[in-house]
């Protein structure tokens, strides 16, 4: 007869006629040859019963952007097909997992609105959640191992194991275990015992076969057997080993779909024989592609902020967040690239994530930022610029809707709320010195600028552009169209040299906003003294003191004054 593996629909996994493992000498146990093969498309809706995912973080640092989009995935799925969203903490390194680094991920996760169904902080029926919690859960599966004759006892000392490394390095041979402890005697086994020698466990690996899984996002893949060698489930100390706990843990709670990156796609050959071994339903696996730098390299530090806290101090929404990280190997067909996290429920799908791997744009998540901004409700908008500028100090206590105007005029060249700061206090500074000697402003200074600044000032001085701007834009827009004629100047020849004199710059947003905007923070009380405002007055008068036949000189033969002529 044939055994077949327990609850896969997909995997079949074929061993010669069964013996009862106490009848198995140990070098008959060496023979077993095992073959797997697909056997049905696994089902990525989760016909076969609940779906149940998880997330399992070790606790070693901050949230990788790579880690959220698996969350993420993992997440969706779930919710998608109205599952349960499993958080486990993998924090069986405990020299380098932290209480703080824990509750940092937690945090994290929260702020992009994952929120989890069971994990260490709301408990459930599959606890405890935490694999430093369950040590005694991972002792007795490895007892059941030993018993049935799927893993024994081997003393090989470190010194062993490295000299049969170099052995099979010379002998151009895998670096895998030989398997010496594999076929000891009991009673060379009960010998080392006595001496109180240490050990670990070794999983019993057929030399023979191959397994296949199909991989909901890669398709098939397959590995050969004798590539692996037996390998440690439970280290000399008692404590076990990652491939080990992950497949109890999985099991264990039932987890119906593992999605993660594909940097733990070997690990899946380890885990399937444990799966056997202990007679556990396989779950069905999809292994998703790495997150890389624009170098097409793998993301890392060097490359910038690569944790979710850091974009989240650099003024990033969770929404933008959630969009950006879904959309890096993921679409839904369309050309659509705008979602909510209420859209990407109803619409992500498994099947519909790419193998290759997605590169993490910076310049494009800043972009996605902005319209996620700017979706806000007018109100909600406005307020979080007003209170941004108040916490930095710009602005203060004002019932003037000076911000209401500023939040308007200015929304559209903001990305992220931390560059509301920015875009303000460059409103209200006036580098008009600095713009008048570039390069780019030459071409404005030479079309006759200074009879422009002599009219401009002309109306300051006598009132009417004051009377003007206190009407607002449509009282900005009746005079310039009368001063426009009075120098037979329109459209660009007109604004440019408006805009260089009132605003000290060659750009920014709607010039008539952006005036009436200056006018009304030298009135209304809002802005501080901190923020470098430069009101009208001081403003024209800098303009008065501008000798334009020098600038004119200067910008005309800029070689002469740099360099003397040669006798």
């Given at each position: 007869m044939m055994a077949a593996a327990m609850g896969s629909p997909w995997l079949r996994i074929r061993l010669l006629p069964e013996v009862p493992p106490r009848l198995l000498r140990p070098h008959l146990r060496r023979t077993l040859s095992v073959r797997a093969s697909a056997s049905a498309s696994a089902s990525p809706d989760g016909a076969g019963g609940p779906v149940r995912v998880r997330f399992a973080p070790s606790p070693t640092g901050n949230l990788h952007v790579g880690g959220a989009r698996t969350a993420l995935?993992?997440?969706?799925?779930?919710?998608?097909?109205?599952?349960?969203?499993?958080?486990?903490?993998?924090?069986?390194?405990?020299?380098?997992?932290?209480?703080?680094?824990?509750?940092?991920?937690?945090?994290?996760?929260?702020?992009?609105?994952?929120?989890?169904?069971?994990?260490?902080?709301?408990?459930?029926?599959?606890?405890?959640?935490?694999?430093?919690?369950?040590?005694?859960?991972?002792?007795?599966?490895?007892?059941?191992?030993?018993?049935?004759?799927?893993?024994?006892?081997?003393?090989?000392?470190?010194?062993?194991?490295?000299?049969?490394?170099?052995?099979?390095?010379?002998?151009?041979l895998p670096p895998v275990y030989m398997g010496k402890w594999g076929t000891a005697s009991d009673a060379e086994i009960q010998q080392e015992l006595e001496k109180g020698t240490p050990y670990t466990y070794r999983f019993r690996v057929p030399k023979e076969g191959s397994l296949k899984i199909n991989d909901l996002i890669?398709?098939?893949?397959?590995?050969?057997?004798?590539?692996?060698?037996?390998?440690?489930?439970?280290?000399s100390n008692g404590q076990p080993v990652y491939n080990f706990c992950v497949t109890v843990d999985d099991a264990t709670m039932r987890i119906s779909h593992v999605i993660r990156a594909e940097e733990h796609l070997p690990n899946t050959l380890r885990q399937a024989l444990i799966y056997k071994a202990l007679g556990f339903p396989m779950p069905s696996f999809a292994h998703v592609s790495l997150i890389l730098a624009p170098d097409r390299s793998k993301l890392s530090k060097r490359h910038g902020a690569t944790s979710v806290g850091q974009y989240k101090e650099m003024g990033y929404l969770p929404q933008a967040m959630v969009n950006y990280l879904a959309l890096l190997g993921w679409g839904d067909g369309?050309?659509?690239?705008?979602?909510?996290?209420?859209?990407?429920?109803?619409?992500?799908?498994?099947?519909?994530?790419?193998?290759?791997?997605?590169?993490?744009?910076?310049?494009?998540?800043?972009?996605?930022?902005?319209?996620?901004?700017?979706?806000?409700p007018p109100d909600v908008l406005i307020k979080s610029f007003e209170d941004r500028w108040k916490?930095?100090?710009?602005?203060?206590?004002?019932?003037?809707?000076?911000?209401?105007?500023?939040?308007?005029?200015?929304?559209?060249?903001?990305?992220?709320?931390?560059?509301?700061?920015?875009?303000?206090?460059?409103?209200?500074?006036?580098p008009l010195h600095a713009t008048l000697s570039s390069d780019e402003a030459k071409s404005v200074v030479q079309d006759k600028l200074s009879e422009v600044a002599s009219g401009l000032i002309s109306a300051y001085d006598s009132g009417e552009l004051c009377q003007a701007l206190a009407e607002g834009r449509d009282?900005?827009?009746?005079?310039?169209?009368?001063?426009?004629?009075?120098?037979?100047?329109?459209?660009?020849?007109?604004?440019?040299?408006?805009?260089?004199?009132?605003?000290?710059?060659?750009?920014?947003?709607?010039?008539?906003?952006?005036?009436?905007?200056?006018?009304?923070?030298?009135?209304?009380?809002?802005?501080?003294?901190?923020?470098?405002?430069?009101?009208?007055?001081?403003?024209?008068?800098?303009?008065?003191?501008?000798?334009?036949?020098?600038?004119?000189?200067?910008?005309?033969?800029?070689?002469?004054?740099?360099?003397?002529?040669?006798?």
């Open positions: 995935f993992n997440y969706l799925f779930a919710r998608s097909k109205g599952g349960k969203f499993v958080l486990r903490i993998e924090d069986t390194d405990l020299e380098r997992s932290t209480k703080k680094s824990e509750e940092a991920v937690l945090s994290d996760l929260a702020w992009l609105g994952l929120d989890w169904d069971e994990g260490p902080d709301v408990g459930g029926e599959f606890g405890p959640y935490r694999q430093s919690e369950r040590n005694s859960m991972y002792k007795q599966y490895a007892e059941k191992l030993m018993e049935s004759g799927a893993v024994y006892r081997c003393f090989c000392s470190s010194e062993e194991l490295e000299q049969m490394k170099e052995t099979a390095k010379q002998m151009q890669r398709g098939e893949v397959s590995w050969n057997l004798d590539t692996l060698g037996d390998f440690v489930i439970m280290r369309t050309e659509n690239e705008f979602f909510t996290i209420d859209d990407l429920v109803e619409k992500f799908t498994i099947n519909r994530v790419n193998k290759s791997g997605a590169v993490f744009d910076a310049v494009k998540l800043k972009w996605m930022n902005g319209q996620h901004l700017r979706s806000f916490d930095t100090g710009i602005l203060q206590e004002s019932e003037s809707g000076f911000a209401k105007e500023a939040a308007e005029l200015l929304k559209d060249g903001i990305d992220l709320i931390t560059d509301a700061d920015a875009a303000l206090s460059n409103l209200l500074s006036y009282g900005w827009q009746k005079w310039v169209k009368i001063f426009g004629k009075s120098l037979k100047r329109k459209g660009k020849s007109l604004f440019m040299p408006l805009r260089v004199l009132l605003t000290g710059k060659l750009h920014g947003p709607d010039m008539g906003g952006t005036v009436a905007l200056i006018h009304k923070a030298g009135t209304c009380g809002a802005v501080t003294q901190q923020s470098g405002f430069v009101n009208l007055d001081e403003r024209f008068r800098i303009l008065k003191e501008v000798e334009w036949e020098s600038l004119v000189q200067e910008q005309e033969s800029p070689a002469e004054t740099a360099v003397p002529a040669s006798p």
